[in-house]
């Protein structure tokens, strides 16, 4: 087996954690420099990146700050990038959000 081969193969043993729909928010800059956000659904998270879901697309390689809804006003912030997105259907699109 090839050296990349081994790679895909342990990234996919890796631990995943499913959500099951966790909310969270996705916040960034645009080209005007003003600060957006939206309220996405987070599927699932692995060592590398969050799958999310959302009616809307984000351009691939906007830089984002990833806060997980949660009760404690001290919620853990992830940076990240938009690596794909894609229609899942007529109504969401699915974007993986890889961890910086």
């Known amino acids: 087996m090839e050296n990349t081969e081994l790679e895909q193969l342990d990234r996919r ?9 966790e909310p969270v928010k996705l916040m960034w800059k645009n080209s ?7 309220e996405a659904t987070c599927i699932d998270i692995s060592r590398r990146g969050l799958l999310i879901m959302h009616s809307d697309d984000l351009q ?4 984002l700050i990833i806060k997980f809804a949660t009760e404690h006003a001290d919620a853990t912030e992830m940076k990240a990038k ?16 890889l961890l910086l």
Request: charge should be positive; glycine fraction near 6%; hydrophobic fraction near 35%.
């Open 82 to 97: 938009v690596a794909r997105c894609h229609r899942k259907n007529f109504t969401s699109y699915h974007m993986f959000l």
């Open 32 to 38: 005007d420099g003003e600060a957006e956000s939206i």
């Open 13 to 21: 043993r890796s631990m995943r954690l499913d959500l099951e729909n």
């Open 60 to 63: 691939i390689g906007t830089k």
